[in-house]
């Protein structure tokens, strides 16, 4: 499974917990009614526009997904640690947006984009030399993770270490190899990857450890990380999470900036909101928008996760609101 694909994994990660909800609109197809959707009022129809803008979570009904170094806990030297949470003080979502539209919309390369960020942020300046050696810097199979990998690599390599960066591929292969000693190092995400563990230790059906709070989840990430030889550095502000997206028309024309005002203002029968098939059932897709906003569609749209069909249904006024991811590059930081 695509490491990104966060809400179509059951129990795990910052964007799934265990249980499902019933009565919440059913997956359908394109346009299908949500059945005991509670959506009495007109409702918001979509409103076409090239400029795509997230919703404030304003109840959290996410947990803390934030970028945060993972560390194989034989290298985990503090000269190392240093270095990568360097990277942790430099990054923001809106910065990680930015990255991410640098290598997914402007087509540079990873590499390319890690340097002139580094370049124009100070990212090495005030590193210490470390004692040096070899660091293979692992990179999941999608771009966000391979520029953050080379965020390390510029780090690193700026406290005296060799570095080599290796696309490894998914969580189920890299980390593995991380505990290994395979690779010593990976850009991970905190609360998806303290699910992860979790679930390793306990069980497809454990008890989740991460919340929207990231001090509480950090504890339990380390917990987990403890009992694999796995040391993690300082979470970053950059967060990769589930997130809610409407055209900037869409939120000018109804005045709608949050998660709540969307509830308060298009619960009915002409909003539409698109994501994957799964959507309606997972608690942090539109069964959590039942449950923690009083939010009803008045039809749900199945396309894809936070891919490219569910942000043209957007564009093109097919779609009121849609699940994406908060960094995807195109995504508007005004």
Do not use: W
């Not at 009904?61 to 003080?89: C, E, F, M, R, Y």
């Not at 890299?174 to 990857?193: D, F, N, S, W």
């Amino acid at each position: 499974m695509h490491v990104r694909t966060r809400v179509a994994v059951g129990a795990v990660g910052a964007l799934t917990v265990a249980g499902l909800l019933t009565g919440c609109g059913g997956a359908g197809s394109s346009g299908t009614a949500a059945p005991e959707s509670g959506a009495g009022g007109a409702g918001c129809a979509p409103v076409a526009g090239d400029q795509l803008v997230v919703l404030t979570d304003d109840k959290k009904l996410q947990n803390t997904d934030n970028v945060i170094p993972a560390v194989n806990a034989d290298v985990a030297a503090p000269p190392l640690i240093a270095a990568l949470d360097k990277v942790s003080a430099a990054l923001d979502t809106p910065k990680l947006i930015a990255l991410n539209k640098a290598v997914d919309v402007d087509r540079k390369t990873p590499q390319v984009a890690a340097e002139e960020f580094a370049a124009t942020s100070g990212l090495t300046t005030g590193i210490a030399k470390g004692p040096g050696g070899q660091i293979v810097v692992g990179a999941g199979n999608f771009s966000e993770s391979q520029t953050l990998a080379e965020l390390y690599d510029i780090a690193l390599t700026a406290a005296g270490y060799r570095v080599k960066v290796q696309t490894i591929g998914n969580r189920e292969l890299y980390e593995p190899a991380l505990e290994k000693g395979e690779i010593q190092v990976v850009p991970e995400y905190a609360a998806t990857m303290a699910e992860f563990l979790n679930t390793k230790t306990n069980g497809p059906n454990a008890t989740p450890v991460s919340s929207p709070d990231l001090d509480s989840t950090a504890a339990a990430l380390k917990t987990a990380g403890d009992r694999y030889g796995i040391a993690f550095g300082t979470p970053s502000q950059a967060q990769n999470q589930n997130a809610f997206a409407v055209t900037k028309a869409f939120a000018d024309r109804y005045g709608v900036r949050t998660l709540s005002d969307l509830a308060a203002r298009c619960s009915g029968r002409t909003t539409v909101l698109a994501g994957p098939p799964e959507c309606p059932q997972r608690p942090k897709c539109q069964a959590g928008l039942v449950q923690v906003y009083d939010f009803h569609a008045g039809s749900f749209s199945s396309l894809d996760t936070g891919g490219a069909q569910t942000k043209n249904a957007l564009r093109s006024g097919n779609a009121s609101v849609g699940l994406v991811f908060s960094s995807d590059g195109a995504l508007s930081t005004s």
